[in-house]
């Protein structure tokens, strides 16, 4: 009677209790993503498991629910676009949904819903949260990390620079730069010199900016603004270089007298004058020469060490002329070589022969006459 009266109420029990509750059929919509970060512009793709609890093959369709009008999704398996799935009964199968974040879009949490249906009624949900992590925007942006750069009056400033796409589609950015008169600006990407770059959608695309000051700048602070522009949108930069000094030097004489004239076989000293005509610091300055074939110069000073802004050097030079050179005019070039910047200036020797030489002709000259002559008094008349 026991069993009888339990059996009854186990009856009565499966009776008023729901369908959902009693048995597990159904389907279930499963992701381990619920919550993600993301910045504007930027794919979410959740992977999805469908689970059929029932003894029966579902077709089952997804939708996004909930979503913001401008947010697209698309739907895929195994690489496939698809509408809808079919699943066996008691089985799983995997699918992705692909949410692409809008460029222009705010900061902030967005709601979202998954919702699987079937051809029967049943279904399916699970919700989704998307956290956009900053502002977007439907635009163009030309940044650098460094935008002041210093040196030089003859050194040559390089930026390295991004042009980011911000937009939803392509865009050809035609490169521009306003400098200073007498400047000179270059864009470079992977070392070619270009004059204009493509930018996919959400992209960035890093392009190098030379700049080369004028020869004839001064010490201070110029601006270089460059643009990246098209038809639907452009976006600006202005650089800075900083120029610190300028290099030059000059090699002279006292005089400014660069000619000379010299005895072939003896030596000459010459004074030359190395001045620093530039507004930075030059140091090790080397002095070298090219002379002719047996010819040797000497430096009293074959190098100096620092030679400040404005101030001048003197150093002797010592011409020692072959003993075989005949005369002539010959050149000598002397250079003040300093890492910076260097000097040439060439020297024009003129070289005469020793006057011992000349009486040694004579001399000669004079005891073949005489020979001659003895010669013709003792046999001419025979």
Known sequence: MKKIVLMLFVMLMSISLPKSMTAAEGIELYTPYTGISVTPGESIRYTFEILNHTSNVQQVTVELEEKTNDWEYTLSSDGWHVQSLSIKPNDIQEFD?????????????????????????????????????????????????????????????????????????????????????GWHVDFTVDGQTVTAVTVESNSSQNVTVNVTPATTVSEESYEIPIVARNE?????????????????????????????????????????????????????????????????????????????????????????????????????????????????????????????????????????????YFLIRKYGRR
């Open 232 to 372: 639907n949108t452009s976006a600006e930069l202005t650089l800075e270089a900083v120029i610190t000094g300028s290099y030059d030097i000059e090699l002279t004489t006292p005089s400014g007298r660069l000619s000379d004239s010299l005895t072939a076989g003896r030596s000459k000293t010459i004074e030359l004058i190395v001045e620093n005509t530039g507004s930075a610091t030059l140091t090790d300055i080397s002095l070298s020469a090219s002379q002719p074939h047996n010819w040797d110069i000497t430096f009293d000073k074959e190098t100096i060490t620092v030679l400040e802004a404005g101030e001048s050097e003197l150093v002797k030079a010592t011409i020692t002329a072959s003993r075989q050179a005949i005369a002539g005019d010959y050149v000598v070039d002397i250079t003040a070589n300093a890492p910076e910047v260097n000097a040439n200036t060439s020297f024009r020797m003129s070289v005469k022969t020793s006057l011992l030489w000349g009486w040694v002709s004579i001399l000669t000259i004079a005891i073949v006459i005489g020979g001659i």
């Open 97 to 181: 949904i692909e949410v692409v974040v809008p460029l222009e879009v705010e900061k902030g949490l967005y709601q979202m819903k998954a919702v699987a249906q079937t051809e029967n009624g049943l279904t399916a949900e699970r919700e989704l949260t998307v956290n956009v992590t900053e502002e977007g925007t439907f635009a163009s942006e030309f940044t650098s990390d460094q935008l002041n750069l210093e040196g030089h009056s003859d050194s040559t400033f390089s930026y390295n620079t991004t042009i980011t796409n911000r937009t939803a589609d392509e865009q050809h950015y035609a490169l521009l730069a306003q400098p200073p008169n």
